[in-house]
């Protein structure tokens, strides 16, 4: 059944389940695959690595998935590591990278966890699946149940981006509009389960996704010859692309490949208009308060209360990291920025990870010297709401003022 995966694990108290059967929760909380790392490190070593295709398939055997199994597969390409001198240089930072996730199909990292889940899915039988979303995981499940033939039920929030409900649309996923946040989103989606039958595909409900996300944390090592960063700065929602990165340095460890002593410092980056991981770090707590009236710009990141809160916290504080939120108004000028010095279009969440070298500098806490990576998790144009940006418009029957046009506002 699975390759490599061994077993189940509960996060609450290594309590074992087989991996041959669909899982969800544990008593509410999230459980880890586990593999034989053994007999992983027999089968794949860097060298090996080397040679294979560009693609985040490449760690199979670091995956839940069977020998044979078919790959639910868009070609998910590995995305660029892509160094940022000018926009390092605005804070004073020599060595700052933003990992570029925006390349992956349907725009977000988001098909990361999703290709490996529908792929498990499919795998485990099971034919009919649903989701709870902010947005751009529904726009991903969309295209991946559809490649996977699954039937798929989609659940976001009533003021979630017009591009994600496109998304679903134009994938002919059933979905669905809720009053109220992706909590509430979430509590449709169990209660669903019983009368309609489906899989939970939602954030940490089934353990498959994080294995997943957790091939950034692969490819971010490879692509830096095997020396982790300093610092990897992540917009932290319901967690699971920070906990999936710590999970796969830790398999690494294991495997010899990377050194224990010198992982990345993990900073949860939160906006002030949703920042519950930055109160519950800041207040030395293991959960998370819901964060009420949650609003941000940021949507990937408007995740009021997030099942895996402790996962994330363990995290950060296991890596002497650090949870920061920053201020949700300059974002639009964080995105400008980042775009306006070195070409990339970071999304609104990614953006707020740009806020976060500002305030780090600033303190000291992130060292002028240290390498840096930014997590890009999707692509600005996703967001075209996210400011004003119609252009000043020029009447070609009127004697146009150049002066005008040279300072750019229309004629
Ligand atoms: C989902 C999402 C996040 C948050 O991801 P988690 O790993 O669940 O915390 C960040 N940015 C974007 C664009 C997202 O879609």
Redesign the pocket.
């Known amino acids: 059944m699975g390759l490599l995966a061994t077993h189940l694990e509960s996060t609450i108290d290594a309590a074992r389940f087989p991996a041959d059967r669909p899982q969800t929760l544990d008593r509410g909380r999230p459980l880890w695959v586990r593999y034989d790392l053994e007999a992983v490190g027999r089968r794949l070593t860097k060298m090996g690595l080397s040679s294979r295709p560009t693609d985040m398939w490449r760690y199979r055997e670091l995956l839940p998935l069977g020998e044979t199994t078919p790959l639910v597969t868009l070609g998910e390409t590995m995305t660029p590591l892509v160094r940022c001198l000018r926009l390092g240089a605005q804070y004073g930072l020599a060595h700052l990278w933003i990992k570029d996730e925006a390349r992956l199909p349907t725009g ?3 098909s990361r966890g999703l290709a490996v889940a529908m792929t498990k899915a499919r795998e485990l039988g099971i034919r009919r699946v649903a989701i709870a979303t ?4 529904g726009g991903a499940a969309a295209a991946y149940a559809a490649r996977a033939g699954l039937e798929l039920y989609v659940f976001m929030p009533a003021d979630t981006p017009p591009v994600n409900q496109f998304e679903c649309r134009l994938a002919g996923a059933r979905a669905f509009l809720v009053e109220g946040s992706i909590r509430d989103c979430a509590s449709v989606v169990s209660q669903g389960s019983d009368a309609l039958g489906w899989f939970d595909l939602s ?1 940490l409900k089934e353990p498959y996704r994080l294995e997943g ?1 957790k091939t950034m944390g692969f490819e971010l090592a490879e692509q830096l010859a095997w020396q982790l960063p300093d610092v990897i700065l ?11 990165m710590w999970k796969a340095f830790a398999e690494m460890v294991e495997l010899g490949w990377v050194a224990g002593e010198s992982l990345p410092r993990m900073v949860a980056v939160q906006s002030s208009g949703c920042a519950p991981i930055v109160r519950a770090f800041a207040a030395g707590a293991r959960h998370a308060e819901p964060f009420e009236g949650a609003a941000t710009i ?4 408007r ?1 009021p209360s ?1 099942i895996g809160d402790f996962l ?1 916290l363990d995290a950060i504080r296991q890596s002497n990291g650090k949870a920061v939120e920053v201020d949700e108004a300059q974002i639009g000028r964080w995105m400008r920025l980042a775009a306006q010095t070195e070409g990339l279009a970071l ?4 953006a707020t990870c740009v806020g976060a070298l500002e305030s780090l500098t600033a303190d000291g806490w992130l060292g002028l010297d240290e390498r840096v990576v930014i997590f890009n ?2 692509a600005a144009q ?1 967001y075209a709401h996210a400011f004003e940006s119609r252009l000043p418009t020029i009447d070609p029957d009127n004697r146009i003022d150049w002066d005008r046009v040279a300072s750019g506002d229309g004629s």
């Open positions: 977000s990292f988001k902010a947005g751009n995981a954030t996300k992540y917009p932290t929602g319901g967690g699971t692309g920070l906990i999936g940021a949507s990937g990141i995740v997030a994330i999304c609104p969440e990614a998790t999707a996703k």
